[in-house]
């Protein structure tokens, strides 16, 4: 079955088209197709984090030749001339809200053979709004003139589905699903998002955990800025921290480890970026020793309290599995740290993290959760298919 997969949540529009068999984890196999991915980061960075309107216009500029890039790859792009007159009204309707994406797309759909896919999977939420609506339009729209069923797909579960599924190279069957042991355990970690995930079975979630306020990638984004680092500052701070740690630089800078003792599995990283922002008024004029110095602090703060609180639900729910996902787990220094932290475990626990090119938004994931909800027949009427910000897993 192709799926073809759409994503913009938040600041990337990726589409990605896979060919998957199988029904359940145990005979599922997939491949890549086609893919392309634009970031806007960039774009945002003059704004210290995403501005939604921005974000939703760039999605509705570029979605259209991001298409064509996937399905060129996937040698699914026909040129054709069809009469769409019939449809344009329809499409016209769909995107009154999107003008920019109508002009490109009315171009684009006449010129182009139906393609030879089955589904189309969108993400739904969470996620800034406007900019999920601009995706979903779009589903819509090719999904009406291509008559092919929709798929709606929460984003946090394509995070967890991707870091099951690993890495599908192209052309290349390939699948680690099959080596899930349950109870399974997600980290979720990304700008919008820190949360322990139970999974009893495949596809089943019971949130345990979540932070009360910040987002661990919103803290190191905060920290970023207070540091004078440019946005998405995950990345940033990464650097940073990596060499204060090769030059064994010394270290004067304590942080909290916030709610590290705590009986829950609830996290919190706003106090510690207000701890960062008092130790920047401190020490400022801040120099670059400074600043590497603040990063590791900040960097093994964060790493202390999500190895903590992953290994204190490892143990309290006998978990077998552990996957992390989102984009901060393409940070290096906490996939070391939890990777240590498993292996020396007294019991066997395996870790499934991403490839950190994989660990951020893309649309992989949507194609492949898009996938697994297409087998149960979770398809929607265009009518009941809405973005839903705050949407949850549970
Ligand atoms: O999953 P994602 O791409 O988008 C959301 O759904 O939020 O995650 C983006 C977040 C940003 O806060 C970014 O700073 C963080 O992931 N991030 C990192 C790294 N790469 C991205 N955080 C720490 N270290 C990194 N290497
Ligand atoms: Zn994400």
Redesign the pocket.
């Known amino acids: 079955m192709r799926i073809l997969g759409i994503e913009t949540?938040?600041d990337?529009t990726a589409i990605s088209i896979i060919d998957a068999t199988g029904t359940t984890p145990v005979d599922f196999e997939y491949k890549i197709l086609g893919q392309a991915l634009l970031s806007q980061a960039e774009l945002h960075a003059p704004y210290g984090g995403v501005f939604p309107n921005l974000a939703k216009r760039e999605h509705a500029i570029n979605l259209v030749p991001i298409l064509e890039l996937a399905l060129r790859e996937a040698e699914l792009y026909e040129e054709g001339d069809i009469d769409m007159s019939a449809q344009m009204e329809a499409l016209a309707q769909i995107l009154t809200r999107e003008p920019e994406l109508y002009a490109k797309l009315s171009a684009f759909l006449p010129r182009t053979q139906k393609p030879d896919i089955d589904a189309i999977a969108v993400t739904f939420g969470p996620?800034l709004e406007p900019a999920l609506w601009v995706g979903i339009n779009f589903a819509k729209a090719l999904a009406h003139v291509w008559g092919l069923p929709l798929i709606p797909v929460n984003?946090m579960e394509g995070?967890i589905i991707l870091s099951a599924c690993g890495e599908g190279k192209s052309n290349n069957q390939g699948s680690k699903l099959k080596d899930i042991q349950f109870p399974l355990l997600s980290l979720l970690?990304?700008?919008?998002?820190t949360e322990l995930v139970l999974s009893p079975s495949w596809m089943q979630y019971e949130l345990l955990g979540q932070t009360r306020d910040d987002?661990?990638?919103?803290a190191?984004?905060k920290v970023?800025r207070l540091l004078d680092l440019p946005?998405?500052?995950?990345?940033q701070?990464?650097r940073l921290a990596a060499e204060a740690r090769t030059s064994a630089l010394a270290s004067s800078t304590s942080l909290p480890r916030p709610m590290i003792d705590s009986k829950d599995f609830d996290f919190s990283f706003a106090g510690l970026k207000t701890a960062v922002r008092r130790v920047v008024e401190e020490r400022a004029p801040l120099s670059e020793e400074i600043k590497k110095d603040i990063a590791r602090e900040f960097e093994d703060a964060a790493a202390d309290v999500l190895v903590a609180k992953t290994l204190k639900a490892i143990e309290a729910h006998d978990v077998k599995t552990v996957l992390v996902g989102?984009?901060?787990s393409?940070?290096?220094h906490?996939r070391t740290r939890l990777a240590e932290a498993i292996r020396d475990y007294g019991y066997s626990v395996q870790l499934l993290i991403p490839p950190?090119e994989l660990?951020?938004?893309n649309a992989l994931m949507i194609a492949l959760a898009g996938y697994f909800h297409s087998v149960q027949n979770a398809y929607v009427l265009p009518d009941n298919l809405i973005a839903k910000g705050n949407l949850k897993l549970t």
């Open positions: 949540s938040c990337e996620g984003h995070h970690i990304s700008g919008g998002h987002a661990v990638g919103e190191f984004d970023a946005y998405p500052g995950g990345p701070i990464s989102g984009g901060v393409a940070n290096t906490i950190p660990a951020t938004d």
